[in-house]
Structure formats: structure tokens, C-alpha cells
């Protein structure tokens, strides 16, 4: 059967955790149908006109509701938004119509040339005035909300005037978007940038978070008494961003959320179990506001 030969369950996420959707779990999953609510796929990866990577998709659609995560829109660039890549993602929502579609606070390319990284933006007017109507054009485009995810952060621009979570608010207001909330980013940038998370995720505005993020990190050290903190997907997630998850659920209030690991990984069993610890909190923080 082709690719969206089917239509699928049009269901939202469910208020559950999901894991990210990784080759060598496919047939893994499609076996075992863990006992998770949700699975997450990087976009680009299922751009192709067929092969293994579609077929497996449209197999694990049929039984898991879908979010589709990008990483390659390029939104703050000041190149033009790349038309081939909108219609490769327009293709792809039509075909697996996902719940939720995603993409970052960043850019990636300048006069058409591609980095292989997220790369920041400066939180200013002029940024604001530059990407809000991008972000708009590629909602009106794909005629999907996005949602758009906090990056992890290793310096400051002294440009900004604006802090994340001001910046974030103001993208919300002006083009209708949704907030993808990595947790993780936000530790890892508030050790990084020695900020509070806990100030920075009650000036989030809450009721246009629809979707978390967690993950691991690695510790580097620069020197004898410096670290910095690499968000590298490559770990279980640790004490301190389970801690802060927890108080994140108390202000935004449960969410979809997803466990994210793209380097060194590991079993399916052991991603699923980060996901069923996700799913214990969830239940613990929904019985207290119940």
C-alpha cells in the first residue's frame, strides 16, 4: 500500500508521553507496540519518494498518533523560505496528517547554502520583524499551526533586549503559532547563561505550550572550575530536568510529552521506560490539579 493511500485517525496527542521515532526501532516497535501514546518524526527524514523509511511510517501511523518535528525550515534565516523544502512537508502532513508539526527558534542557511546546526538569533525588534511574518507565510503555506521550539543556548548575543521568554511571547501573539517547550534547553541554557528556569518558565505564556521535550546532555568540562552543558540527545534524562519538568507541568499544566534521544541509542526497552516515567509524573501532577 502506498504512502496516505488510507486516511488515518484524525486524534490529537494524547496527554501522554511519546518517544522520537528512530530507524533502528522501527521494526522494534511495530513488534512489541510498546505501550507508549504517541511517536515523533524528524520531517526531513521521510522526504524521500519511497523506500523503508515511508513504508515504515504509514505501518507505525496506523497504530500511534503523529507529530512531525523539523529541523530544517530555517525560519530566522535571511534567505527565502526554501519552496521546495515547504512543499516536501506540505506533502508529507497531507499524506500522514500528524496532530502536531513543529520547528525551531533558528536558521541554518545563508544564499543557499545549508550548516549542519540550529544556529541562534538575537532576541531584538528588527528579529521580531523578520520572523514573525516568516512564521506566518510557512503557517499560511502548509495551512498547519506550528509550533516553535525554545533553543538551548551557549552564549548571548549583546544585541537582545528582549529575554527568550519575551521573545517567544511576542512570535505567539503576532502569528498565532504554538510553543514547542524543550525542558531540557531550558536547563541546559539556564546553567549555560546562569539565568533562574523556574523565572523563565512561568514568563512563558502557558496556554500556548502544546507539546514538551526531554532528553539528556552531556557535562563538558572547559577548565578546572567551567562547564558547559551540550545538548546532545545522548543520555537519559537526568534528576535535575526531571525536577524542573515536574515543577513545568505545575504551571503550564500536562502536556504531550515526548523523550527525545538521537545519539548513542539505546534499546527500545530503555526509551520507553524514560517515556513511562514521564507517564508517572504526568499522572502525578493531573491527580493534583484534578
Known sequence: MLAGAQRYPAEPIPVRSGIGL?????RDILEQRPAIGWLEAHSENYFG???APLRYLEELRVHYPLSLHGVGLSLGSADELNSTH???LRHLIDLFEPALVSEHLSWSSIDG???NDLLPLPYTDEALRHLAPRIALAQDLLGRQLLIENPSNYLRFHESLLSEPQFLTELVTRTGCGLLLDVNNVYVSACNLQFDAHDYLRALPASAVQEIHLAGHAVNDIDSCTQILIDDHGDRVCD???QLFEFCLRVTGPRPTLIEWDTRIPTLDTLVGEAHKADQML?????RVA
Open 240 to 242: 535535575a530536568v526531571w
Open 283 to 287: 499522572e502525578r501532577v493531573s491527580a
Open 49 to 51: 519518494a519511497g523506500g
Open 113 to 115: 547554502t545549508y550548516f
Open 86 to 88: 515547504i512543499k516536501k
Open 22 to 26: 528512530r530507524a533502528a526501532h522501527y
